[in-house]
């Protein structure tokens, strides 16, 4: 079915579709928000919320805090694409925003758009509270290339407290080359956000080590006791060994952006994380080979259709 067929036959849809699950425990603690499959094609996050779901339902009563688990763009996710109109994930934008909650839905221009204001009834209650504690957003990615699990975090010292416990590669300043995201709504209104990319479209390595990362997590937040969890220990050292050999800390240095008719493709064979130095062949298009701009490593080579983001290279901080 061509794009513009899904686009005809899907609807956005309700509030209550976007629910996996809302696990309040009987103790005052943080909130974390776990969203999954904001790009329709990056279903994977759903599971690894749906096995931390069974997990931690039977310990509400030592639980501290909230976990909420929530899916993205329902309509993208029902036809296996990354959007259907526009990337939901690029709509964050004070201003988009502000007028996405202005506009009645049969209004707006897009499914997307439709689908970021049901997203907005849920969080904004919680996000935009100032009676609410601590609030961690957590954003399940998935990529199209293969290799490494990472972060896309600040710098700034609340992230970096909560992420080093974490463990997995905190990748910093990409967020800033990638404009309106969830994850800046959620920073905006003060709170820690970040994306964490956990594998290849698709695959089980995704999943576990998305479920991984939010078993630790809860865990490092002092929201589940280990002890409770059969599997904690098994999951945290499976944890650091998928991240074993790459850097725990790299900076964004530069992203090459696909612009309509570019017919871009990228050469075969790449990981997240390998190295490249300056003038390596990573891509083509109708002008020709696409060269590296600097030394440093690869992240996020584009191997799927949809998507204006080509890769990335960042380097070790300093």
């Not at 709170?191 to 479920?211: L, M, Q, R, V």
């Not at 990573?282 to 080579?301: C, H, R, T």
Request: glycine content about 10%; some cysteine; hydrophobic content about 35%.
């Amino acid at each position: 079915m061509h794009l513009a067929e899904v686009e005809h036959n899907l609807k956005p849809g309700s509030r209550a579709q976007h629910y996996i699950a809302d696990i309040v425990g009987d103790l005052p603690g943080p909130t974390i928000i776990a969203v999954a499959g904001i790009h329709g094609n990056e279903a994977t996050g759903i599971a690894a919320i749906e096995r931390i779901v069974k997990e931690i339902e039977p310990l509400t009563s030592k639980m501290k805090g909230r976990f909420l688990g929530l899916k993205g763009n329902i309509p993208a996710l029902s036809a296996g694409v990354r959007f259907v109109d526009e990337d939901m994930n690029r709509l964050w934008t004070t201003s988009i925003l502000d007028k996405i909650r202005r506009t009645k839905s049969m209004e707006l221009s897009s499914i997307d758009r439709v689908e970021v204001k049901k997203m907005l009834q849920i969080l904004d209650p919680i996000v935009l509270s100032e009676e609410q504690g601590e609030i961690i957003y957590v954003d399940l990615h998935t990529f199209s290339g293969s290799g490494g699990l990472f972060s896309i975090t600040s710098d700034d010292d609340r992230h970096s407290k909560i992420l080093s416990k974490l463990g997995v590669p905190r990748i910093f300043g990409l967020q800033h080359s990638i404009p309106g995201t969830s994850m800046d709504y959620v920073e905006d209104a003060g709170h820690i956000g970040f994306a964490f990319e956990t594998g290849t479209h698709g695959s089980k390595e995704a999943e576990d080590n998305a479920y991984a990362g939010l078993l630790v997590l809860l865990e490092s937040l002092g929201m589940i006791d280990k002890n409770d969890i059969s599997d904690f220990d098994v999951c945290h050292d499976y944890l650091t060994s998928r991240v074993s050999g790459y850097p725990s800390k790299v900076k964004f240095l530069y992203k090459h952006i696909i612009e309509e008719g570019d017919e871009f493709v990228m050469r075969p064979g790449f990981h997240n994380f390998d190295k490249v130095d300056k003038g390596d062949w990573l891509a083509s298009d109708k002008n020709g080979e696409i060269k590296a701009q600097a030394d440093g490593y690869l992240l996020m080579p584009l191997y799927q259709q949809q998507g204006n983001d080509g890769f990335f290279i960042v380097r070790d901080c300093e």
